[in-house]
């Protein structure tokens, strides 16, 4: 397991999420995501590690007991949301993932018991850097 790192943001998605805090403080997660923005390391383009989680970022996650694999997107709420149904970065899920890197693991508390995660490949679309 990769040792345990402080979570990494990119200053522009920093950016959208506060914008998104500031314009509507009733998003389902919000806290999760004010206390992820105090915790993480902000970065510029040239600091940002590529294995990085981030906005937009399609995350490959092996859920090691139930032996299978599945995606994950940080996708941001669509304007005016009150319910997040989809992959998002305000679900519980997408605001612990956000940040994190290829080959970390997780450990997720759930109403059946503890389920662990490894993170087996995070990829950006490449328009996420324009």
Excluded: C
């Excluded at 600091?47 to 990085?52: K, Q």
């Excluded at 989809?86 to 693991?105: A, H, I, W, Y």
């Amino acid at each position: 397991m990769k040792q345990m790192q402080k979570p990494m943001l990119l200053q522009e998605d920093a950016d959208v999420l506060k914008k998104l805090l500031e314009s509507d403080t009733a998003l389902p997660g919000s806290d999760a995501i004010r206390e992820k923005l105090q915790q993480a390391e902000i970065v510029s383009y040239a600091d940002f590690d590529n294995d990085a989680a981030r906005l937009n970022s399609l995350l490959l996650l092996r859920d090691k007991g139930g032996r299978r694999n599945f995606h994950y997107r940080l996708a941001v709420p669509e304007p005016g949301t009150k319910i997040i149904n989809t992959d998002n970065v305000f679900r519980p899920l997408g605001s612990t993932l956000l940040g994190m890197r290829k080959g970390q693991e997780l450990k997720w508390n759930t109403s059946k018991g503890v389920r662990y995660f490894f993170i087996i490949n995070v990829v950006t679309p490449v328009e996420a850097f324009y």
